[in-house]
């Protein structure tokens, strides 16, 4: 299986800044890494899809890089909304996998 | 507007089954692979089971394989998960979602807790 390694576990910051997270997985899978965000007490929503690509409907501050097994979400000014969970999944092979998360809080 | 909405959920025992069911709106049902994720209380999502458009391949965690078993009605814009031989480690709400390789759209969820 393979395994996708989400750091940090928890992200403590200041609404307006930027931040990047970081998922790494076990092996490597060209750009099969898609990110959600789970805000408390809601369904996951689908951030970037393929490590890069926007998705319709979710703000320009949201972006996606990396390929191979380093990945990263930014977000450029975080506004409160933005503080939730945040996972990385792959759909290189099956069984699909996700990461375990990274917590935005405020500090 | 793409609506998922699960039902059939609730407190079932250890060793018994259960049916969880979720119907789709909002898109052609009939042209999308779906598939089903889970969350157990405070941790992090699962993959369970995803199924082609036409049913005709279906795809299980190992954990689950030979116990919950995937199906779809395109008539009806339903998918189903069944659930045999359930354990407490399946407690979990699950998620019907609209499988595009990733997981475009998500059903609000449903509680499935296996206690005695």
């Known amino acids: 299986d393979i395994v996708l390694t989400q750091s940090p576990a928890t992200l403590s910051v200041t609404p307006g800044e930027s931040v990047s997270l970081s998922c790494r997985a076990s092996?490597?899978?060209?750009?099969?890494i898609h990110w959600y965000q789970q805000k408390s007490n809601e369904s996951p929503r689908l951030l970037i899809k393929?490590?890069?690509q926007s998705i319709s409907g979710i703000p320009s501050r949201f972006s996606g890089s990396g390929s191979g097994t380093d990945f990263t979400l930014s977000i450029n000014r975080v506004e409160s909304e933005d503080f939730s969970v945040y996972y990385c999944?792959?759909?290189?092979?099956?069984?699909?996998?996700f990461g375990s998360g990274t917590k935005l809080e405020i500090k | 507007e793409v609506q998922l909405v699960e039902s059939g959920g609730g407190l079932v025992q250890p060793g018994r089954s259960m049916k969880l069911s979720c119907a789709a709106s909002?898109?052609?049902?009939?042209?999308?692979?779906m598939a089903w994720v889970r969350q157990a209380p405070t941790k992090g999502l699962e993959w369970v089971a995803s199924?082609?458009?036409?049913?005709?391949?279906?795809y299980y965690r190992d954990s689950v394989k030979g116990r919950f078993t995937i199906s779809r009605d395109n008539a009806k814009s339903s998918l189903y998960l069944q659930m045999d031989s359930l354990r407490s480690e399946d407690t979990s709400t699950y998620y019907c979602?609209?499988?595009?390789?990733?997981?475009?759209?998500w059903g609000q969820g449903v509680m499935v807790t296996v206690s005695s």
């Open positions: 199924i082609s458009y036409d049913g005709g391949n279906t």
């Open positions: 909002g898109f052609t049902f009939s042209s999308f692979a």
């Open positions: 999944q792959q759909s290189y092979s099956l069984p699909l996998t």
């Open positions: 979602a609209k499988d595009t390789v990733s997981f475009d759209y």
């Open positions: 092996q490597g899978i060209s750009t099969s």
């Open positions: 393929f490590a890069s």
